[in-house]
C-alpha cells in the first residue's frame, strides 16, 4: 500500500515547519505504515490519555520535558485525561504531597505544549465537543466510545504518545473507525430485558465487551437512554472487552442516519437472566463497605445534582466521592450541590479518576460503584467491588453496609 502524503506533510515531514512538527508527523507516517493507510487525515480535535503519574512516571515525565524542551506546541484544541489527584484540593483530600508534585509538574508540562489542562475523560462535557463526521484523535476509551457512537465523529482508540504527535502535527493515519468499510457491526445485540439505570446499562456494556472482544455491535431493543446513561455503556464495554464503537438502533449518530449493521452479522440476546446474573456475580462478597465512588465516567451536572437531591439531610456512614471534572464542579458549587453533599459526608472530586489515583493509601478495601467501568479497573487492582444502582449505592453510603440486613 503506498502512503500518499500531500504538499503540505511533505513540507512538514522535510522539517520546513520546524524540528517539532517534523517528528511528530515521523510518528504519524510510522502509524500510516503499519495500518497500511493510504493518506492521512486532518483533525480538528485531540483527547490525550496517560496523564497521571502513577502510569507515567518518571520516564513518562522526561518523554514529555523532551517534547516541550523541543519547542512543540499543538496546532488543534486538545484536553487532557484525568490526573492522579485532584489538583486543587489534593492536601485537604489527604493526597501524598511528593506524589502530588509531580503530578502538577506533569500537569505543568502538558500546559507548555498548550494543551487546556481541562483533565477529564467526558472533554465533550467540557467544551472539547467535535460534530459527526469529525476525524479526530483521542485517547481514553470511554470517550472514544463516545465521540464514536454519540457523536458520530471518528477515532481509533489513540496511545498517549500518538496522540500527542498527533496534536502537534494536526494529522492522523486514515485507517481503523476513520473509514466507512469498519464503522459498520458485524453483531446483532437484541436487549431482550428493560435497561434502565446507570449500573444497568454498565452492566449491558460488561457483559457485551467480554462477549465481542473489540468489534462492533449494534443493539436493538433499548427503548430510550440520555448522553449519561450511553456513557456508562461505552464505557463498560471498552473496559471489558475493547470496544471502541457502537450503535443502537434509532438512538445513536450514524444509526439514526444510515444502516448500520453489515448485511452478514451475527446475533446474540441479552435477557433478564444475564442481568440478574451479572449482579449476582459481582455482589456475591461480603457486606463491608468504605467507600462509594460516582463519576466514572466524570459525572455531569444531573447526576451531581441527582445525587445531591438524594443525600440531602442525611450523614453518610460511608463517603461518598464522585469524580467529574473542572468545570461541571464549577456548576455544582454555583448550584449549591457541592454543599449538600459535603454536609452528608461525600465530596466532589475534580480533575481526577480512582482509577489512576493512589486510591491504596487512603486504606480503603470495599468499594461500592454504579459503573461499569470503575468496576471492572477497580477490581483487577484487588479492592473488592460492590456493583448496583445509583440509589443502592446511595442507600448502602447510609446505612455503612451494603446489604440492607433488616430486610
Ligand atoms: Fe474516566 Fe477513570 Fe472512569 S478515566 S472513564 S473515571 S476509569
Known amino acids: 500500500m503506498t502512503l500518499y502524503l500531500t504538499r503540505e506533510e511533505e513540507a512538514m515531514l522535510n522539517g520546513e515547519m520546524g524540528e517539532a512538527r517534523q517528528r511528530a508527523l515521523e510518528i504519524i507516517v510510522a502509524l500510516a505504515k503499519i495500518y497500511e493507510a493510504e493518506r492521512l487525515l486532518p483533525i480538528t480535535s485531540v483527547q490525550v490519555s496517560g496523564v497521571s503519574y502513577k502510569n507515567l512516571g518518571e520516564a513518562g515525565l522526561e518523554f514529555l520535558e523532551d517534547w516541550a524542551s523541543s519547542g512543540a506546541t499543538v496546532t488543534v484544541p486538545t484536553t487532557l485525561n484525568p490526573a492522579g489527584i485532584d489538583l486543587d484540593d489534593w492536601a485537604e483530600v489527604g493526597f501524598d504531597k511528593g506524589f502530588s508534585e509531580k503530578q502538577l509538574k506533569v500537569i ?64 492522523t493515519a486514515a485507517y481503523g473507525y476513520h473509514l466507512d468499510e469498519n464503522r ?92 440478574k446474573e451479572i449482579y449476582a456475580e459481582l455482589n456475591s462478597g461480603g457486606n463491608e463497605l468504605d467507600l462509594v465512588v460516582f463519576g466514572c465516567p466524570h459525572a455531569s451536572i444531573e447526576e451531581i445534582k441527582y445525587i445531591a437531591s438524594k443525600v440531602k439531610g442525611s450523614k453518610l456512614k460511608v463517603p461518598i466521592w464522585i469524580t467529574s471534572s473542572k468545570p461541571v464542579k464549577e456548576v455544582a458549587k454555583r448550584a449549591g450541590y457541592d454543599k449538600l453533599i459535603e454536609k452528608a459526608g461525600g465530596k466532589i472530586l475534580s480533575d481526577m479518576c480512582a482509577v489512576v489515583a493512589p486510591m491504596k493509601s487512603f486504606g480503603f478495601k470495599h ?10 479497573y477497580l477490581r483487577n487492582q484487588g479492592f473488592e467491588i460492590k456493583f448496583g444502582s445509583t440509589d443502592e449505592c446511595i442507600n448502602a453510603a447510609i446505612r455503612g453496609a451494603w446489604y440492607d440486613t433488616k430486610s
Open 108 to 171: 505543568e508540562v502538558f500546559k507548555s505544549l498548550g494543551i487546556t489542562p481541562t483533565c477529564t475523560c467526558t472533554p465533550y462535557l467540557a467544551g472539547n465537543v467535535p460534530k459527526f463526521g469529525d476525524h479526530i484523535a483521542w485517547g481514553e476509551s470511554s470517550a472514544v466510545s463516545f465521540a464514536n457512537s454519540v457523536i458520530g465523529a471518528r477515532t481509533n482508540r489513540e496511545g498517549g504518545p500518538s496522540a500527542l504527535a498527533s496534536a502537534i502535527c494536526g494529522k
Open 184 to 275: 459498520k457491526a458485524k453483531y446483532k445485540v437484541n436487549v431482550e430485558v428493560e435497561v434502565e439505570s446507570f449500573s444497568d446499562f454498565g452492566a449491558l456494556g460488561y457483559w457485551t465487551g467480554i462477549k465481542l472482544k473489540n468489534a462492533v455491535p449494534f443493539f436493538t431493543g433499548i427503548k430510550k437512554a440520555d448522553n449519561d446513561l450511553l456513557k456508562q455503556l461505552g464505557a463498560a464495554a471498552a473496559a471489558s472487552g475493547g470496544i471502541a464503537l457502537y450503535h443502537i438502533e434509532g438512538i445513536t449518530a450514524e444509526a439514526r442516519a444510515a444502516e448500520m449493521l453489515s448485511e452478514d452479522y451475527d446475533e446474540l440476546t441479552f435477557t433478564a437472566d444475564d442481568l
Open 367 to 376: 468499594i461500592a460503584v454504579n459503573s461499569g467501568k470503575y468496576l471492572w
